[in-house]
């Protein structure tokens, strides 16, 4: 079952930073959190991943708390092709299963 | 990047066949494969992971007679689903794990598969 509590939806205007919150609160200490983002009828795409310290890349910044217990995915200057679902998903630590969320479906306003 | 290809990426059957869809790690060699179904205005719901050279374990609720997994080789997963009736429409996915890296997560672009 999924581990990962998302709103569902956000809006965020064209240029804007969007901020993405996700609660998993019953992390554990070896399990990383992934994110992952859906735009309609294609598969998921990789965005960012992190243990413990916040991380960025050319695409996103991944902000994790100190407890772990929650997580922010930062697009720094959004864009309307950043419209999609997004999930946050906490890989298991027994089979490396992915167990997705309900996501958040983030609208990118013009 | 790792890119997996799946293929077909739609198929329409009628009731009562069965329907094999594939998903090819294409530069990377993956050790597991996931399968995932998606139904519209959905997540997607993990169906089974699949380690090469051994049977698939299927998530709870996911009939294995009726969802036959194969994964024979580094680089294919074959998801084959048999006597299709109409409520097995849905968008299938599969991701792959590289082997080399062990955290590289690639899905596939999907394939939709109606059943009429």
């Known amino acids: 079952d999924a581990k990962t509590t998302q709103p569902p939806s956000m809006d965020c205007a064209e240029g804007r930073a969007a901020n993405l919150p996700c609660n998993h609160s019953?992390?554990?200490?070896?399990?990383?959190v992934y994110w992952y983002r859906q735009i309609h009828s294609q598969g998921p795409q990789y965005i960012i991943h992190g243990l413990k310290n916040n991380e960025t890349n050319e695409m996103a910044s991944l902000i994790i708390t100190e407890d772990r217990k929650s997580s922010t995915l930062i697009l720094p200057h959004a864009t309307l092709r950043d419209t999609a679902v997004y999930y946050c998903i906490v890989e298991t630590n027994t089979g490396n299963q992915f167990y997705f969320g309900t996501g958040t479906s983030l609208t990118v306003i013009p | 990047g790792a890119v997996v290809s799946q293929h077909p990426s739609w198929v329409i059957c009628k009731s009562g066949t069965s329907v094999k869809i594939e998903c090819r790690s294409l530069d990377f060699q993956a050790t597991t494969m996931f399968w995932y179904r998606q139904f519209p205005k959905q997540s997607l719901m993990l169906m089974a992971t699949s380690n090469e050279g051994s049977k698939a374990t299927y998530e709870q609720g996911v009939e294995k007679d009726k969802f036959l997994i194969n994964h024979a080789s580094l680089t294919l997963s074959t998801l084959t689903v048999t006597s299709a009736h109409p409520e097995d429409s849905s968008f299938y996915i599969c991701?792959?794990?590289?082997?080399?890296?062990?955290?590289?997560?690639?899905f596939g672009s999907g394939t939709r598969l109606t059943v009429v």
């Open positions: 991701s792959a794990i590289d082997a080399a890296l062990g955290w590289s997560y690639t």
């Open positions: 019953t992390i554990s200490g070896n399990e990383y």
